[in-house]
């Protein structure tokens, strides 16, 4: 449990200074980038849209995990514009409050079934 939680730190640690340096460099706004490398059907196209089906897979789990409450509802609509450096943050906060039970961490309001 204790390689998960540095390797979860370090990850975040290491996107956020990437993503500060990338914000530096090309400014804010990715769509067009993002969107325009899937329609000219390339190779970073297709990187996109595996990328995006993980940032959908990520929010469904989000949602689910907590039941489709309200707030399960907002965590998955962050977790899919958040990406990783939401889902690393996410799964610190479990790890902690689960105390390291797995089945609680991935099952969230299901795990007692």
């Not at 849209?49 to 309200?70: C, E």
Request: cysteine-free; proline content about 1%.
């Amino acid at each position: 449990m204790l390689a998960l939680r540095l390797f979860l730190i370090i990850g975040w640690t290491v996107l956020l200074a990437y993503t500060s340096f990338t914000v530096g460099k090309e400014g804010i706004n990715l769509f067009p980038a993002f969107f325009g490398a899937m329609a000219s059907g390339s190779w970073q196209g297709q990187f996109n849209l595996d990328f995006m089906l993980m940032l959908m897979l990520s929010a469904l789990w989000t949602g689910w995990r907590n039941g489709w409450s309200v707030s399960g509802s907002l965590l998955a609509i962050v977790a899919f514009f958040g990406g990783a450096a939401f889902l690393m943050v996410y799964l610190l906060v479990l790890l902690h409050r689960e105390q390291g039970d797995m089945r609680r961490v991935l099952l969230g309001v299901r795990a007692s079934a």
